[in-house]
């Protein structure tokens, strides 16, 4: 699937360039965005090196292209670059390429097919979290849209199904999306915290309900996804001679290795919202679970360390046994945020949020297991293209950290961050 993306917009540039009927490529559409922000941080590197430092780091930019291919057939796609941080470097992909085609329509009732990179539609707003125009503030809210995995999660590879009906202004709909999860190795490894290699997406399911309207009054969903991955992990292991059947004394690094293993993460989302013309308020709870299935490799392990090659057998069972119950992970999350957002006038509004996340299995007292963002911000818009956005956080822990940006040690649980954004789409 990965092969096909680009030749999705190969073939419809060059249905573009040949259409000659009317009825061809009746509604071409391009858009493009780009933004540059500016984030200070008081004890660690967010998005950026902005630990104690003004960072220019984080940039966006994309460019999108829509058209009606033939008769009902669409396709929709969207290039986009990124940068987070130097360790993380710049970033460009293809977001998302899919053609669309209506399937069943009668009435008020529809059903539409969906084929190629879609955009994952988790919760509320994951699949307009691209363009800064489309987002209350310049971070998403890190308990449920978490950027340690933003391109894992907007979009994968496969089919969807989507069906919906009318009543008069509010809409109940369900969709199915079965697909083969885009691969960045980088971000699971932040997630996982199993250092995987040769990391391949094997399959995910998404299923969402929802119902309301977006503009007015009440809407809410719930949202199933699963993503699944086969990977080979290498722990070096802090083994207790003793588990080993062998005198006691300091713990022994021994390198283990567990190919064609497997990740998966579980989540239920249940999203709640209400909308008026000047404000609106907006909920979203969700659990979140990870688990892994290690395949440890005795042999291969045994042939890599001189050590284990001089025990007996007895003893290379226990470290089997040892190994098959410390090589893995298991964790659960608990997460939500609550958010309100007032519209002063047509070109500026502010928003407060309270962004919570847990992970279950430990302790509150440990800064490494959660982190609770209050934070509030403010929006311009000079115009329909420019937008103007500052906001700042107050944060309790470290779990939305990136790790890769943040390898000293940690002491200050409660830290800042200021940013400021400007934009410009077309």
Do not use: C
């Amino acid at each position: 699937m990965n092969r096909l993306i680009p030749l999705l917009f190969a073939a419809s540039a060059t249905l573009t360039a040949s259409a000659q009927s009317s009825e061809w490529f009746e509604q071409n559409r391009f858009e493009a965005f780009l933004s540059q922000s500016l984030v200070h941080s008081s004890d660690y590197n967010f998005l950026s090196q902005s630990d104690d430092d003004l960072s220019f780091d984080l940039w966006e930019a994309g460019a999108l292209y829509s058209t009606k291919v033939y008769k009902d057939l669409g396709f929709s796609g969207q290039l986009l670059g990124r940068k987070v941080s130097e360790a993380s470097g710049d970033d460009i992909r293809v977001d998302y390429a899919f053609f669309s085609l209506p399937l069943y329509r009668q009435d008020e009732v529809q059903v539409i097919g969906r084929l190629g990179r879609i955009r994952s539609s988790f919760g509320f707003y994951n699949e307009t979290r691209d363009i800064p125009h489309t987002r209350t503030g310049i971070f998403m809210p890190q308990s449920i849209y978490y950027d340690q995995t933003r391109n894992s999660f907007y979009s994968a590879d496969g089919i969807e199904f989507f069906a919906s009906k009318g009543f008069d202004e509010k809409q109940l709909s369900f969709q199915i999306f079965v697909s083969k999860p885009v691969v960045d190795e980088d971000e699971i490894k932040e997630a996982s915290a199993l250092n995987p290699s040769n990391l391949e997406g094997d399959k995910s399911f998404l299923a969402k309900l929802a119902y309301g309207s977006e503009f007015e009054g009440w809407r809410a969903a719930l949202t199933y996804y699963r993503p699944e991955y086969t990977i080979d992990v290498n722990p070096v292991l802090a083994v207790s001679p003793s588990d080993l059947g062998l005198p006691a004394g300091p713990a022994i690094n021994i390198q283990a290795y567990g190919d064609d293993s497997s990740f998966y993460s579980e989540t239920v989302l249940s999203s709640l919202e209400y909308n008026q013309l000047d404000w609106s308020v907006t909920a979203e709870y969700s659990r979140h679970k990870f688990k892994s299935k290690v395949n440890f490799d005795l042999n291969k392990t045994v042939a890599n360390s001189p050590l284990l090659q001089t025990l007996s057998n007895s003893q290379l069972a226990q470290a089997q046994q040892y190994a098959n119950q410390n090589i893995k992970y298991l964790g659960h999350e608990e997460s939500f945020y609550i958010q309100g957002l007032y519209r002063w006038t047509d070109t500026t509004d502010t928003y407060i949020r309270y962004d919570y996340n847990r992970l279950r299995d430990v302790s509150f007292a440990d800064p490494n297991g959660h982190f609770v963002d209050i934070n509030m911000g403010a929006s311009w818009r000079p115009d329909n293209n420019w937008l103007v956005r500052g906001e700042f956080h107050y944060i309790d822990g470290w779990s939305r950290l990136f790790n890769r940006d943040n390898q000293s040690q940690r002491t200050n649980r409660y830290w800042n961050l200021a940013a400021l954004q400007v934009a410009y789409r077309w």
